[in-house]
């Protein structure tokens, strides 16, 4: 008897309706396996737009303390936020690079490559120099070097955020 009747299950984790009509077969039918990808992906990258803003902010803000106020600090409060954010950075981006094209992660990798690069000069030039003296070259390498950076990535998480490009598997089709 309970062979022809339907037992429907709906399974969220995947996005997947599991159709059983009998003990011979089971039937899978995807619903919103699409919108579940999408939202994954909008999720993603503005996730990390936030992320790579927070931490180029945090820069900005180390290397842009009022003046010639000697504020220690000040200055090791904005040294240890970006030490914090360095930290949380790439665990952060590994877990939402799945849903990014291999282009867009280079450009955030080099961003972050970037700066850890800046953070260990910084440190140094704070140490030999002090923080006044480094303070207005920390302020134009972030902005010229960073900052162009910053740029590259968030255009390539706007194209994705976009979807402008078609998914793998339809391009192998046609």
Known sequence: MWNYRLCWIMINTYN?????????????RMTGAERGRTEGRQRAVVELRNLLARLYRSFVAWGSLYGDLDLRYEQ?????EVVELLGELPGQYLARSMWLEQATRKKIEKFIA?????YS????????????RTRAAMANRVSRELGSLKKEADTALNTELA????PRWRKRLR
């Not at 970037?114 to 800046?118: M, N, R, T």
């Not at 979807?163 to 078609?166: D, F, P, T």
């Open 16 to 28: 997947m309706l599991w159709s059983r009509t009998s003990l011979e077969g089971a039937v899978l």
């Open 76 to 80: 090791e409060r904005r040294r240890e």
């Open 114 to 118: 970037k700066s850890e690069v800046l």
């Open 121 to 132: 000069d910084f440190v140094a030039d704070i140490i030999e120099q002090g923080y006044p």
């Open 163 to 166: 979807g402008i490009r078609q």
